[in-house]
């Protein structure tokens, strides 16, 4: 019998989904990899981890076939970011997957993708919008860490058409290394379900461009719209 193939996904804040009671913030990036994640592990071909952020809980917890392992604390300062780095080594050494998937800006894909160079294994890169298609997060420290991984990547996934065409505009050498995989909800609705209203859920950060939810609802007035916006440091002015 051929061995399960091991992912491991890493999305720190996505503990949020697997746990409400964790009462973490999470956003579309974390929900899109739950939701292929959840997926996966219902494919007896595959054996799949997630990797999130330590809040107190076990080390090791089950959701729907999903190991979710705890790697470190969330806190600033630069004897915790290289604490998190070792224990982030550490979690996935025990896991030992043959692919990592990761999503979104962050400090934990140059860790993944210094790993994966390590120990011979695979790592997947997600864009999770339209500037990571152009590169506009490499700078400080952190974005240096970040665009470490991000080109060390052996695949990378666009979730639209223009992120594709960016991508292979700005690095034509990997163009052949990206696969368009668009976002999507399992519908799990009856196909008859009455329609209340249109909704619009996202932050307030200026990529998320909620003005054009308004302009929309100014076109369709026969429509009933609804907002929900969580205030982001980044944009508090657009939320206000």
Request: hydrophobic share 45%; charged share 25%; net charge positive.
């Amino acid at each position: 019998m051929e061995a399960k193939k091991k992912i491991c996904f890493i999305s720190l804040f996505a503990y949020g989904i697997f746990n409400p009671e964790a009462k973490l913030k999470f956003g579309g990036s974390e929900t899109q990899l739950y939701f292929l994640a959840a997926k996966l592990a219902q494919n007896d071909n595959f054996a799949v981890s997630f990797m999130v952020l330590d809040v107190g809980q076990d080390p090791v917890e089950i959701y729907n076939k999903v190991e979710v392992v705890k790697a470190y604390r969330r806190g600033g300062g630069l004897i915790n970011m290289l604490s998190g780095f070792i224990k982030m080594i550490v979690v996935l050494k025990r896991i030992n997957p043959d692919i990592i998937v990761c999503r979104a800006f962050g400090r934990e894909v140059g860790v993944s993708a210094l790993y994966a160079r390590i120990f011979g294994k695979k790592l997947v890169y997600c864009l999770a919008n339209d500037r990571d298609a152009s590169g506009a997060f490499f700078g400080g420290l952190n974005g240096k860490i970040f665009a470490f991984g991000f080109r060390k990547a052996d695949h990378y996934i666009a979730q639209s058409e223009f992120q594709l065409s960016e991508f292979k505009k700005i690095f034509p050498a990997k163009a052949g290394k990206i696969t368009l995989i668009k976002n999507s909800w399992p519908d799990e609705s009856p196909a008859a379900a009455a329609r209340e209203f249109v909704l619009w859920v996202g932050s307030s950060a200026a990529l998320k461009r909620p003005e054009i939810f308004l302009d929309l609802a100014r076109v369709f007035p026969e429509e009933k719209f609804v907002m929900i916006m969580t205030k982001s440091k980044m944009n508090s002015g657009r939320w206000e």
